[in-house]
Structures are given as structure tokens and as C-alpha cells.
């Protein structure tokens, strides 16, 4: 959740529009339905904002690379596999996930 004092998800978006990184090799339409944090440490809210984003219409919950990263701080969320973990589990065996964007 800090990380959004330096990073507003641009990246993220520019490889949307791209079909870049998780996203090559995409040829359907991508809607963004919502982007949320984490909501700090140790990130339990990760999979209440999930549910909520598959709610509203998501079909795929993207984590954004600076999770795993750790970019642009080089320091990567300590629970980013627990929340992964968590979410995959949770939710409806239809839905995919991308632990990365670029």
C-alpha cells in the first residue's frame, strides 16, 4: 500500500494498452473494472477487495508487479505469496489471476 506514494499503477496500464508483459498475447477486449491496494499490512483486505472486484464484473484479479517486486522501492510485499495464496483460494475457480504485470 505505500508503494502508491510513488507508483499510481501507470506501468500497469501502459502494458494493458500494449498487450505487454502478463498481458501479451491477449486478443479480447480488456476492461478495467477497478484498482485497489492491498489495503496495508498484512494485507487481509486483499481478499475482500478481490471479492468485491469479482462483484462488480472482474473476471481476472491482476497484482501489479511492485507486490512481487518490490519496484520502484526494491522492497517486495512480505505477504505477497500469503496474499496470492489467499485470494486464488477464495475465489470462484473461474477466475484467473496474474501475480505480475510487467
Do not use: W
Not at 494498452?17 to 477486449?29: M, V
Not at 469479482?54 to 491482476?62: F, L, P, Y
Not at 485470494?87 to 489471476?97: G, K
Amino acid at each position: 500500500m505505500q508503494t502508491e506514494d510513488y507508483c499510481p499503477g501507470t506501468t500497469d496500464f501502459k502494458m494493458i494498452k500494449e498487450r505487454k508483459g502478463a498481458f501479451e498475447g491477449i486478443t479480447e477486449d480488456i476492461e478495467i473494472i477497478g484498482f485497489a491496494n492491498c489495503g496495508g499490512c498484512p494485507g487481509k483486505k486483499s481478499i475482500l477487495r478481490a471479492r468485491e472486484l469479482v462483484k462488480r464484473g472482474a473476471d481476472t484479479i491482476a497484482f501489479a508487479s511492485c507486490i512481487q517486486k518490490g519496484t520502484p522501492l526494491g522492497y517486495p510485499c512480505p505477504f505477497a505469496k500469503k496474499m496470492e495464496s489467499l485470494i486464488q483460494n477464495d475465489l470462484p475457480d473461474d477466475i484467473h489471476f496474474l501475480n505480475y504485470t510487467h
